[in-house]
């Protein structure tokens, strides 16, 4: 199991960007699969982005793709998701998961280790 800490969200204008981090405060992210994650107010959490252990393979959500890239840094047990060209539909708290399958994963039960999330407000 590992526990973890996300970091880097806040309020900013449509069309410009953040830099979310997810550290492992807890354990390591050794062989785990990485995911982001987002839920809006009054709806649904919705898979954002994910990526494999190696770093070698990512996924995004259609929603973001070409906007956001999910990144990581296994040395120092850190995954990044850097989104740009934000929109007010991005408005979120996003959330890291984390999951021992060795795969590109996009469902939340996949996922068995969880954020507390940090919250993107993109304004208008």
């Known amino acids: 199991q590992v526990q973890l800490v996300e970091s880097g969200g806040g309020l900013v204008q449509a069309g410009g960007s953040l830099r979310l981090s997810c550290a492992a405060s807890r354990g390591t992210f050794s062989g785990y699969t990485m995911g982001w994650f987002r839920q809006a107010p009054g709806k649904e959490r919705e898979f954002v982005a994910t990526?494999?252990?190696?770093?070698?393979?990512?996924f995004y959500a259609d929603s973001v793709k070409g906007r956001f890239t999910i990144t990581r840094d296994n040395a120092k047990n850190t995954v990044s998701l850097q989104m740009n060209s934000l929109k007010p539909e991005d408005t979120a708290v996003y959330y890291c998961a984390a999951s021992r399958t060795p795969a590109l994963l996009t469902k939340q039960y996949e996922y068995h280790d969880w954020g507390q999330g940090t919250q993107v407000t993109v304004s208008s």
């Open positions: 990526i494999t252990w190696s770093g070698d393979s990512t």
